[in-house]
């Protein structure tokens, strides 16, 4: 079961938002509601969050991705849909009963820290679990094991303004940690930040999650940044979901022009991975190996491979062992099984121009891949190592 779900969310500010609804389900445009003092902020967007996956929502401002985000937790109502959490419809619950799931088992992680400047660095991280009732020792060590997850140890009885802006943003990661909710929403919780130490935020969020197993939701505008944290990634424009997809997905098949244009400047070598373009094993049966050998089995492509990788290697990484040899590279599975290799060809062939919009990806609408588009193979995104 996911973990969460959104169902068909809109959310219209101004009047008469179901009437908005209804057009907008029969096809008016977002600009002609605006024209009638009308905002549709969000528009049929639905998705799923399996668990222990960081999901990005990424667009540039105005796109809806924070209105979106509120809908989640209850923070705004939807005007029309659901949002289901370990199956149960938080729409649909009273007020008080959805104070309670946001007290116990759904944190959030505020763009601009939201310290309290007269608390302590142990007093910020264990406001949630005061606000739950949680006693004073048993919140303290729990925010102290916090801090610790967050590399502030040490820094437990310093003042917000003795913090830099990264130790800040870790103390506000460490209070949505310290409540051990089973659900993290993070809105641009490092947008604020110089790009080195936000970098350091983005490898501390992957180290904790390589631990802790949290479901998150990461709002974004960076693209850098979704592809590097998400294992799966929404594209918003004017208020709907666009594509959504693992970052190979939406860099290999963007599905469409506005996708395509977000991606093209993205160093492809960090992002795609050996399981992304690999071809079938079957295709380096018959060509020779640089010994002058014929390659008739799986076990001859091992033997002639200049390297073996695993599926989720980066593509940079083959680089130099393809250039040395005009055999592929082997990728095999955990049990050391050949399932793909990667020729030089193939390599250079995915640095190039962006596949054409539309093809094996999940679009706005439902229409079909433009002709000639051949999809590389795709796997889910592991994590992408330094420099995405």
Known sequence: MSRLQADHLYKVFGRRPDDAVRRLEAGAGRDELRGEGTTAAVIDASFSVEPGQIFVVMGLSGSGKSTLLR??????????????????????????ALREIRSNKISMVFQHFALFPHRSVLENAAYGLEVQGVAR??????????????????????????????????????????????????????????????????????????RL???????????????????KIAVMRDGKIVQTGSAEDILVTPANDYVASFTQDVDRSRVLTAGAVMADPDSALGTEADDGKVIRTAQDVLDAAPATVSADTPIIELFTPCSTSGVGVAVTDAEGDLIGVVPRARLLAVLGEPMTPGADATPEADAPPEPGATPVPAQTRKEVTAGA
């Open 71 to 96: 809908m989640l937790n209850g923070l705004l109502e939807p005007t029309s849909g659901h949002v289901l959490f370990d199956g149960q419809d938080l729409t649909a619950l009273s007020p008080r």
């Open 137 to 210: 020792a048993e919140r303290e060590k729990r925010a102290t094991e916090a801090l610790e997850l967050a590399g502030l140890t040490g820094w437990e009885n310093s003042w917000p303004d003795e913090l830099s802006g990264g130790m800040q943003q870790r103390v506000g990661l460490a209070r949505a940690l310290a409540t051990d909710a089973d659900l993290l929403l993070m809105d641009e919780s490092f947008s604020a930040l110089d790009p080195l130490i936000r970098r350091d935020m983005q490898d501390q969020l992957l180290e904790l999650q390589s």
């Open 213 to 231: 197993k949290k479901t998150i939701v990461f709002i974004t505008h960076d693209l850098n940044e979704a592809m590097r944290l998400g294992d």
